[in-house]
C-alpha cells in the first residue's frame, strides 16, 4: 500500500463548477501537509500547505483531518486554467512523500 | 532568472553510460533533493542533502550516487545508465523541514 494515497481521476467538470479531491496518507507521524500543482511535463509548484483548522486561498479550501489522517483540497467555481494533475504531499520530517496526482480537467 | 535549474533538460544515453545531473538554486535554502517521477507513480526520493556535509538515501538511491559540491549545487549520477532509470528527474529545495519545496524544471532522460 502506498503511503500517501489519492483517486487518479480523471476529473472532468464544466467551467464554474466545484470539485472536491480527498488523500489518505498511512505515517501517522506525519508532521506537515501541502498540495502541488502539476502541469503536463512541467515541475511541481506549490498550491497550499493544509492546516487541521482548514486554509482557504481565493477559490481553493484545504482541509486536514490528522484523526483520519485525510486531505482534502476544494476548488470552487473552476477555470479552464485549473486544468492539472493535483498532488498531495505529506512531510515526514526529514522527506516528503508524494501521492500520484489526481487529474483534473475543467471544459468549457 | 529561475530560482532552481537543471542541466540538462533532455538526455539521450545508452545503457552502461556514465550520466550526471546538475541542479543549482538561487533562493540560499539549506536543503536539496533529487527525485524521479515515472507515470502513475508520483514522485520517488532518491537522494537528500541537507547542507554540503549531509548525504542521505532516499526511496530508491540504489543506481545513483549524489554530490553537494556546495550550498547551492547538488549533483545526481547515474553510474551506469540501465533503461528503467529513464524517467523525468526533478531537483527541489526547502529552506526548513516543515516548509514547502521549490523544484526545478526537470530532466528528461532516456536509457536506450
Known amino acids: 500500500r502506498k503511503e500517501v494515497e489519492q483517486d487518479p481521476g480523471p476529473f472532468n467538470v464544466p467551467e464554474g463548477a466545484t470539485v472536491a479531491f480527498n488523500c489518505t496518507y498511512s505515517?501517522?507521524?506525519?508532521?506537515?501537509f501541502f498540495w502541488y500543482r502539476q502541469d503536463c511535463r512541467k515541475e511541481p509548484k506549490l498550491l497550499m500547505s493544509?492546516?487541521?483548522s482548514g486554509n482557504e486561498d481565493g477559490r481553493f479550501t484545504a482541509q486536514l483531518n490528522r484523526a483520519s489522517q485525510y486531505i482534502s483540497l476544494l476548488i470552487r467555481d473552476s477555470k479552464l486554467s485549473d486544468s492539472a494533475t493535483y498532488l498531495c504531499v505529506v512531510n515526514r520530517g526529514n522527506d516528503m512523500r508524494f501521492g500520484a496526482g489526481t487529474r483534473l480537467t475543467v471544459k468549457p | 532568472d529561475a530560482d532552481v535549474t537543471q542541466t540538462p533538460r533532455n538526455r539521450i544515453t545508452k545503457t552502461g553510460k556514465r550520466i550526471m545531473l546538475e541542479c543549482s538554486q538561487t533562493?540560499?535554502?539549506?536543503?536539496m533533493y533529487w527525485y524521479r517521477q515515472d507515470p502513475g507513480l508520483g514522485l520517488q526520493l532518491i537522494y537528500y542533502s541537507f547542507d554540503v556535509k549531509d548525504i542521505n538515501k532516499g526511496e530508491i538511491s540504489d543506481g545513483y550516487s549524489v554530490s553537494r559540491q556546495a550550498q547551492a549545487k547538488f549533483s545526481l549520477s547515474l553510474e551506469s545508465a540501465i533503461p528503467n532509470q529513464t524517467a523525468l528527474y526533478f531537483c527541489?529545495?526547502?529552506?526548513?523541514?516543515?516548509?514547502?519545496?521549490?523544484f526545478g524544471p526537470g530532466t528528461r532522460l532516456t536509457v536506450l
Open positions: 527541489a529545495t526547502s529552506d526548513l523541514a516543515a516548509s514547502g519545496q521549490y
Open positions: 505515517n501517522s507521524a506525519s508532521q506537515s
Open positions: 493544509v492546516y487541521s
Open positions: 533562493k540560499g535554502h539549506d536543503r
